[in-house]
């Protein structure tokens, strides 16, 4: 498989040294624009609008910790003008894509927020916070920029609107997590850490920051420990994942499930109903709430 991957990438390389290479996009051309994750692929689309065209590379349903690209999404990659990624170590296979054939910006979109760190790990899931979604937002309205001066000005226009989204989604959630009676609430993986940290909860999880995991069995009794001891009610699993380990919490303890969506990807059927990051965060609050109240 490696071999095939260098292969490939050896005859990207090829044709494009045979003197196809890529021009500066011409101001009637649109900025071909790749993200790795949805919520990137959402602002990138919110701020470039109809001047840049944007593909999202991970498709929906899949875990995005574990996923790697194929060689026709290399392939894809190399006719980009900006690659937008996560960073934090979610996405760093993106890294070896870069090729000397391709003049593609590489962007990474969690730049100047403060991570939470874990021994030597990094929590990615900065997104699920929307005090984070408004940096990641204005560093992607920068990328823009940065590969496409000449709509500098309308890039500008789509992020301030954005930005206003954002920032009531921002007071939604302070004002209503601000006002519930528990502070702490219990999930699969570790995916709100930086919602926790940043609206003054506390996250308890099954498993660590990898929702690729297999619990095991002293993971789950402490959690249902947890549950006896602070009278939960409820406990939330994901859209994406078996929700078996749950369920058994839920069984042992007598809590209701409900859903919150971690937003790595969004379905088809998601997509279909005109959902987008900011319904499906605010719907994540409205579960939220329901939960600590
Ligand atoms: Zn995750």
């Not at 875990?63 to 392939?75: C, K, L, M, N, Q």
């Not at 937008?84 to 730049?111: C, F, N």
């Not at 699969?188 to 940290?197: E, G, N, V």
């Not at 402490?222 to 409820?234: G, H, L």
Request: charged content about 25%.
């Amino acid at each position: 498989m490696k071999r095939l991957i260098i292969l490939i990438l050896l005859v990207i390389l090829t044709f494009s040294a045979m003197g196809c290479g890529r021009q500066p996009a011409a101001d009637t051309d649109k900025t071909i624009v790749y993200t790795t994750i949805y919520p990137l692929y959402f602002m990138a689309k919110e701020i470039g609008g109809d001047r840049i065209d944007v593909t999202n590379i991970i498709p929906a349903g899949v875990s995005v910790h574990e996923w790697e690209p194929g060689t026709r999404d290399i392939a894809n990659l190399s006719k980009a003008d900006l690659i937008i990624y996560l960073g934090m170590d979610l996405d760093s296979w993106i890294l070896k894509t870069q090729s000397s054939s391709s003049q593609a910006v590489y962007y990474e979109a969690s730049k100047n927020i403060k991570p939470i760190e874990e021994g030597n790990t990094v929590n990615p899931h900065i997104w699920l916070s929307p005090k984070n979604a408004l940096i990641m937002a204005d560093n992607i309205k920068e990328a823009l920029i940065s590969v496409d001066e000449s709509n500098g000005e309308y890039f500008e226009q789509n992020y301030k609107m954005l930005a206003q989204r954002l920032s009531e989604l921002d007071k939604r959630y302070s004002e209503t997590l601000s006002n519930v009676s528990k502070k702490s609430f219990v999930v699969y993986h570790k995916a709100f850490s930086y919602l926790a940290r940043d609206y003054g909860l506390e996250e308890i999880s099954v498993i660590g920051l990898n929702d690729e995991q297999e619990p095991s069995l002293a993971q789950i009794s402490r959690v249902i420990d947890y549950c006896k001891a602070n009278d939960i009610k409820y406990i939330f699993t994901e859209p994406l994942v078996t929700p078996k380990p749950m369920q058994t919490i839920a069984d042992e303890t007598g809590a209701q499930i409900l859903t919150l969506n971690p937003l790595g990807g969004l379905t088809e059927e998601e997509e279909k109903n005109g959902e987008d990051y900011i319904s499906i965060m605010q719907e994540n609050l409205k579960n939220l709430q329901k939960a600590l109240e």
